[in-house]
């Protein structure tokens, strides 16, 4: 009878092309250790295409290791059976090994369509109106507006200033309390025009006892482009970019 060294060796030649001379210490683990090891990525941009490979690269092991099994099991010793603890615990491993791959390739899968949908959803703001936190907005058109929400009735006192810090502009009116927005129309306060570019509001409002606090301002600006070459887009508002969970309300499109 041929020994089982010999017939397991016999099948690593033919199936895996690898030396007998070199293999006659294989076990039925070798093919597990080579499956982890070719375990695919876990980054999004290469997560699907690894997966793949590792996924063919498994099932050829796991063919190998199936030979093995059989051979194993047609050439053991009667008096010294293999043990079936073991033999359980291999196939178990391995299985989890191939489970494993299939959730990647999944998971990889599941990646590519959220990109495509947020990029998706990015391009359907070109051309809108919408509403971010901030208090810098860009004077297009003659015309920057912001959003605000006192607490309270109050008398805002209001401070524009241009990209370097100076301030060109200056109000002061009395506001109730809710949501609110404010429009400015490019002037100076010496009544010209200033140039186009991006300008930050200031608001303090002073309340009917005398108390002043900064009120929290959104700004309000039209889409002109999205960056897909972001992860997630990102959606250009003259000169600021922001990621679609910024969005705070949609005015429409201009």
Same mark, same amino acid.
């Given at each position: ?13 033919s199936?895996?092309g690898?030396?007998p001379?070199?293999?006659s210490?294989?076990s039925?683990a ?8 070719s375990a695919?990525s876990?980054?999004?941009?290469s997560?699907a295409?690894?997966?793949v &490979?590792g996924?063919?690269?498994?099932a050829?092991?796991? *063919? %190998?290791?199936?030979? #093995?099994? !059989?051979t194993?099991?047609q050439? @053991?010793n009667?008096?010294?059976p293999l043990?079936t ?6 196939? &178990? ?7 494993q791959? *299939? %959730?990647n390739t999944? #998971?990889? !899968?599941?990646?590519?369509?959220? @990109?495509a949908?947020?990029?998706s959803m ?7 109106t919408?509403v971010?936190?901030?208090s810098t907005?860009p004077l297009s058109?003659g015309?920057a507006?912001?959003?605000?929400s006192?607490d309270k009735?109050q ?8 990209s ?13 309390a809710?949501t609110?927005s ?9 009544g010209q025009?200033?140039?186009p570019?991006?300008?930050t ?8 006892s ?5 009120i ?5 600006g ?6 897909l070459?972001q992860?997630?887009?990102v ?8 990621t679609?969970d ?5 005015l429409?499109r201009?």
């Amino acid at each position: 009878m041929t020994t089982i060294s010999s017939a397991i060796n016999s099948v690593i030649n033919s199936v895996t092309g690898s030396n007998p001379s070199t293999a006659s210490n294989a076990s039925t683990a070798a093919p597990v250790t080579s499956a982890v090891t070719s375990a695919p990525s876990s980054s999004a941009g290469s997560g699907a295409a690894s997966a793949v &490979v590792g996924q063919q690269t498994i099932a050829g092991n796991f *063919n %190998t290791f199936l030979q #093995l099994l !059989t051979t194993q099991l047609q050439n @053991q010793n009667p008096l010294d059976p293999l043990d079936t603890n073991q033999f359980t615990q291999q196939l &178990v491993e391995f299985a989890g090994v191939e489970q494993q791959i *299939n %959730t990647n390739t999944s #998971l990889g !899968t599941l990646i590519k369509m959220q @990109q495509a949908t947020q990029a998706s959803m990015a391009l359907n703001f070109v051309g809108s109106t919408v509403v971010v936190n901030g208090s810098t907005a860009p004077l297009s058109g003659g015309k920057a507006a912001w959003s605000f929400s006192p607490d309270k009735p109050q008398t805002a006192n209001i401070s524009i200033a241009n990209s370097s810090g100076q301030v060109v502009f200056t109000d002061s009116r009395t506001v109730n309390a809710g949501t609110q927005s404010y429009t400015w129309n490019g002037q100076g306060s010496n009544g010209q025009q200033v140039p186009p570019g991006n300008y930050t509001i200031s608001i303090t409002g002073t309340d009917a006892s005398g108390q002043t606090a900064a009120i929290a301002t959104d700004m309000q600006g039209t889409v002109s482009s999205v960056d897909l070459t972001q992860s997630p887009p990102v959606l250009n508002v003259g000169s600021q970019s922001f990621t679609l969970d910024k969005v705070k309300q949609i005015l429409g499109r201009s």
